[in-house]
């Protein structure tokens, strides 16, 4: 697995990058091809939290963990078992969902132009890939990145959809013709 390791207001220092790679290559034996997987890792602190992000992009679907303690020893321990986890707990689901998967996929890319004389109020921006895909695959989807929405292209509804964690816990949909 190709790391990218990253600090955020924290120098990386070798002993912290060696724990990562050490942590994250125990991540090798759940994919087929490691080697081709590019996986990012973002060290931050906020006051006397260090937090670690982890996101480890795939062909079919994306990993993403996210994890605060006051130490960041523990912080990378806890966010690998937290990866683990996800992949256990939807290892039946993704075997199931992507054996019988087409040779193709179609890739639509958001590029935006961004306006540089108005200054926005827009903090982060996000370029999206989306996949073809049903409404239970966009659900795990949504789940294995732990957001409470995902955008994704609908193939039985032939649109691009939105679907969102609703307050009660409940599932929604957004249909965008």
Same mark, same amino acid.
């Not at 903090?123 to 957001?147: F, G, S």
């Given at each position: 697995?190709?790391?990218?390791i990253?600090? +955020?207001?924290? !120098?990386?220092?070798?002993?912290?990058? #060696?724990? !990562?790679?050490?942590?994250?290559?125990?991540? =090798?034996?759940? @994919? +087929?091809?490691?080697? =081709?997987?590019?996986?990012?890792?973002?060290?931050?602190?906020?006051?006397?939290?260090?937090?670690? $992000?982890?996101?480890?992009?795939?062909? %079919? /679907?994306?990993?993403?963990? +996210?994890?605060?303690?006051?130490?960041?020893?523990?912080?990378? #321990?806890?966010?690998? =078992?937290?990866l683990?986890?996800?992949?256990?707990?939807?290892?039946?689901?993704?075997?199931?969902?992507?054996?019988?998967?087409?040779? /193709?996929e179609?890739?639509?890319? @958001?590029?935006? $132009?961004e #306006?540089?004389?108005?200054?926005?109020?827009?903090?982060?921006?996000?370029?999206?890939?989306?996949?073809?895909? =049903?409404? +239970?695959?966009?659900?795990?989807?949504?789940?294995?990145?732990?957001? #409470?929405?995902?955008?994704f292209?609908?193939?039985? $509804?032939?649109?691009?959809?939105?679907?969102?964690k609703?307050?009660?816990?409940?599932?929604?949909?957004?249909?965008? %013709?």
């Amino acid at each position: 697995m190709q790391l990218n390791i990253r600090g +955020e207001k924290v !120098v990386v220092t070798s002993a912290i990058k #060696d724990y !990562v790679e050490e942590k994250m290559s125990k991540m =090798d034996r759940y @994919f +087929e091809n490691p080697e =081709d997987i590019k996986c990012s890792v973002l060290v931050k602190v906020k006051n006397n939290e260090q937090k670690i $992000e982890v996101t480890v992009p795939t062909s %079919k /679907f994306t990993l993403r963990a +996210e994890e605060a303690h006051a130490d960041l020893y523990a912080a990378i #321990d806890l966010v690998i =078992d937290k990866l683990e986890r996800q992949i256990r707990k939807n290892k039946t689901r993704l075997n199931n969902k992507y054996k019988n998967t087409p040779a /193709f996929e179609m890739n639509f890319a @958001f590029e935006s $132009e961004e #306006d540089e004389e108005t200054p926005s109020k827009i903090v982060k921006r996000k370029n999206v890939e989306m996949k073809p895909m =049903d409404e +239970e695959e966009a659900c795990l989807q949504m789940e294995l990145i732990n957001h #409470d929405f995902f955008v994704f292209k609908n193939i039985e $509804e032939e649109c691009v959809s939105v679907i969102y964690k609703r307050k009660d816990g409940s599932i929604g949909i957004i249909n965008v %013709k």
